[in-house]
């Protein structure tokens, strides 16, 4: 798997 | 020991590279990855409907860790709620300011009416007042500086801005500040002052070549406006520091035919800059005098042709808008009007939730006083920040959702009771196959460069 983009918490979402 | 059971989440979404790669996307956890030809039918596999179950591969382990695939204890209607409760944190604000609402401009299709000039000595010392009342509790501030054209109110600009970076220094708040500006005013020096005032984000329109541009976006008054913003992006060009400018193209009817001979020109101009970003957007009915008379494209046409020209402009070494990519992202196509720490600020005071609607009633939620505080109307507030999902089984079945969270655009659903969807979501896969390649091209750049 490569990651592009990664996975954030809703919390570093907003 | 009952074994784990893990099941594909309800918020992916899948596309193909072009080298046949898998390209995953979840919108709840923003995360984007792709797998090799040889990882995909694993991948394939365990995403089906039934899930995988027991202890997980190399290959498969990396895809909870992502959000790809969720243990089936998880209640993902949760997740979605919870996201969206999240932006009534009060640490962060969104300030979207006019220090202007005049134009030097008269564009065909603009939706504005201009009705006074600068803001008021006493509007701007409510302004300063109200973030510095704010500084104690806040860790993150952005403000748009949006008009009229503010490039009109450079000197306002300046005032406000220093006031605001005493008080984010003071409090050690993290802060952004971005432009939508014609460009016309932006020469140099004054771009260098906006750097120096954190402004490093701007939106400026150019709508094709010359003729184009110039047949649709020209000064109040009548006269030509493409030399003048093309000469102050090529000085621009030259100043070596951190910004980014999204020059958005406005398509309809009249320039559709242009567009691809006017990213041949940009690409020649600003190619291989990752500062320089193309935006493309059709052109809608937002409200103007000559809504009647505009060309609009075809909602079809349009939806199809918004991604052939990123694509266009991606292959002539234009980079597309960050903010495509940051619309995808968990919250990240919420409109400023439905948050509830978000408000625009008029010349006058007058404070607004939507930018496109400001003769509506609905719309005047309330006052800034001179001494900071904000007179508000809750009632109309409420109106704009609790429309959306909740009330939508369609957008709660949606793999988007924690993107938009039903609530793109509220006026388009205030106004018409119909469902917003984006742009991006309504071309998910290309969108995800774009990022694919921008990122595939920045890091064979990367490689050329370190070689």
Known sequence: MRVLKPAVSPQQAT | METKRWLPSRYNAMSQADNGELILYNSYSGAIASFTVDEKPIVMSA?????????????????VESGFLVGDDVDEDARARFLHQSLHRTDTMHLIVMPTEACNFRCTYCYQTFPQGNMKPEIREGVKQFIAQKGNSLQHLSISWFGGEPMLAFDVIGELSESILDTVAEHNISYSAEMTTNGYYLTPDKFRSLLSWNVRRFMITLDGMKEFHDSRRFLAGGGETFDTIVGNLKAIKEIDEEFEIYIRINFD??????VQPFLDYLGEQFGHDTRFQTFCRPVGRWGGENDEDLPICDHRVAETKIWEFTEYGLDKGLGMSSIIESAIMPSGSVCYAAKPHSFVIGADGQLY?????????????????????????????AFWVTGGEDKDTGCQACFFRPACQGNHCPLYRIR????????????????????????????????IERS
């Open chain 2, 47 to 63: 995403l089906k409907r039934d899930g995988v179950s027991g202890e997980l591969s190399e290959t498969l382990q990396p895809l």
């Open chain 2, 253 to 258: 009817e009249d320039n559709l035919g242009n």
């Open chain 2, 353 to 381: 939730k939507c930018t496109c609607s400001f003769n509506e009633e609905f719309n005047h939620v309330g006052h800034l006083l001179p001494d900071g505080t904000m007179d508000i109307d809750y009632d109309k507030v």
């Open chain 2, 416 to 447: 018409t009771g119909k469902r917003p969807c984006t742009f991006e979501k309504k071309k998910i896969k290309q969108v995800l196959r774009l990022i694919w390649k921008q990122n595939t091209k920045l890091e064979d750049l990367e490689a």
